[in-house]
């Protein structure tokens, strides 16, 4: 028989696995699970920010009560340098902003007050992921 002039190198070798121990695919989940864990801290802080305000902004009725209104909205867990009253509206309105993933979204509850008393509230969402 004639005698192949391919070199050893270049015959077809079975196919295997790049790695066949599985280093491969221990590097590769590493990447895998640092974005899963970011999607759901997206996901989750979404949630809470979302739930949060729609919390306070139900948990508010028209004719109540403002006294203690930015209080409650800090116990809440609205972001206290995004909690304030815009006294410069007619009616004044309460602002409280319940941030979801850092930096990036905010969830709203404006509650419009006149002569102490809540007027109306406004749910709202300023940037999200959720939209």
């Known amino acids: 028989m ?3 002039i391919i070199p050893l190198d270049l015959r077809e070798k079975p196919c295997r696995p790049v790695n066949s121990n599985g280093r491969l695919l221990k590097h590769m989940n590493k990447p895998i699970i640092i974005v899963l864990a970011l999607l759901m801290y997206v996901t989750i802080s979404e949630l809470s920010a979302k739930q949060k305000a729609e919390s306070l902004c139900g948990s508010v009725n028209i004719g109540d009560s403002a006294n203690k209104l930015l ?3 800090i116990n809440a867990g609205a972001r206290r340098s995004g909690t304030y ?3 410069n509206r007619s009616p004044k309105t309460l602002y409280a902003a319940f941030t979801g993933y850092y930096p990036g979204s905010d969830f709203i509850c404006g509650i419009d007050i006149a002569n102490g008393v809540v007027v109306a509230k406004h749910p709202s969402l300023i940037t999200s992921l959720l939209q």
């Open 85 to 87: 009253l815009d006294e």
């Open 71 to 73: 209080e409650k909205a």
């Open 2 to 4: 004639a005698q192949s």
